[in-house]
């Protein structure tokens, strides 16, 4: 309290001033990272967020996402569980545009152009691109019936060739999903929250499978209104132009209050610094079968991949949310 003012001020005008600097001191918590200096926080005045999309704009200056998105290798982790329909992929990602990305993004092991024989053999016949119709349907007729997980990286039956080659190729379809979220508390209210995460990581590349990670994460707001646990899982992968240095690593946790203002729904959430992807597993077959045939194609099975903002080291980031 000032000690120069010149007035006694009423008694209304001074609670009005404690609660607006109580409201102004409140911030929106970051991640705090071991050997990381700065953790992300919100900007003063933004300190809660109303709409989807001022949380999309907050983390899209931290986290930006590319909006096309390659991965060399099966995508072991990160795949929707949910079944993925060839239609709706179209919608947005023509099966023709993802038979020229691959070839330009994972290599030229995706390439078909072949016209003459090769040292290895006779040229193969090329048929049509072998486009499934859901993510459930993988399973190869070629090769009595393996899935797309164990056809890739295969050894080329052809002496002397190329392994199998695999990968995903995708367009941004979910920025920044949620992970959790707290009970909303009505208020004026105010109640301490903790989280914390950490990263489970394998980036080996074992038989043509890119192997990623997953996030276990705890948001637990003890006592009070809000008070419960809130954990999950989620599973991640690191798309080609992820290095190792922005690779996510753990995060520390930490304790926080969260200040509810008067007659206002406030509650935290944990949002992925990643998107999800929607496009096609990618693998190539150059086969000779038993009659000594050489045969090859282009097989497409449509996916949905979460995979980790390239630029951005943080596995989530959790928000102060209003409504």
């Known amino acids: 309290m000032s000690t120069h003012r010149t007035a006694p001020a009423r008694r209304g ?18 991640i705090s990272l071991i050997s990381t200096p700065t953790p992300a926080h919100a900007d003063d005045g933004n300190t809660y967020f109303k709409t989807e999309q001022e949380v999309v704009d907050f983390l899209s200056r931290s986290a930006p996402l590319n909006q096309n998105e390659a991965i060399n290798g099966y995508p072991v982790d990160g795949q929707d569980p949910q079944q993925v329909k060839l239609a709706d992929v179209e919608k947005v990602y023509p099966h023709d545009q993802a038979l020229k990305d691959a070839p330009a993004k994972l290599g030229s092991g995706f390439d078909l152009a072949r ?20 993510s459930s349907d993988d399973k190869e007729p070629w090769l009595s019936n393996w899935d797309a997980k164990s056809m890739c990286g295969q050894p080329s ?12 190729v995708g367009v941004l379809d979910q920025k920044y999903p949620t ?9 004026k ?31 637990n707001t003890p006592g009070g209104p809000g008070g419960g646990n809130a954990g999950t899982e989620l599973n991640f992968t690191y798309s080609e132009s992820t290095t190792t240095t922005n690779k996510w690593t753990t995060m520390v946790e930490q304790t926080n209050k969260y200040e509810v203002p008067d007659r206002v729904n406030g509650w935290v959430e944990g949002r992925a610094n990643g998107g999800k992807y929607i496009g096609y597993i990618v693998y190539k077959l150059d086969f000779t079968n038993a009659s000594g045939e050489r045969r090859q194609k282009m097989v497409l099975i449509p996916a949905r991949v979460l ?17």
């Open 307 to 323: 995979i980790q903002a390239p630029g951005n080291s943080v596995p989530m980031t959790f928000v102060k949310r209003q409504g």
């Open 189 to 219: 209210a105010s109640f301490d929250y903790k989280y914390g995460a950490t990263v489970g990581q394998d980036t080996s590349r074992t038989s043509g499978w890119s192997v990623g990670g997953k996030v276990t994460s705890q948001l």
């Open 179 to 187: 992970m959790q979220t707290s009970a909303g508390v009505m208020g």
């Open 115 to 134: 016209s003459a024989p090769t040292e290895h053999g006779p040229s193969p016949t090329t048929e049509g691109p072998d486009i499934r119709k859901s």
């Open 157 to 168: 039956h052809n002496p002397g060739g190329e392994s199998m080659p695999c990968g995903f």
């Open 13 to 30: 005008s001074r609670k009005g001033a404690l609660v607006a600097g109580a409201l102004a001191t409140t911030f929106l918590t970051g």
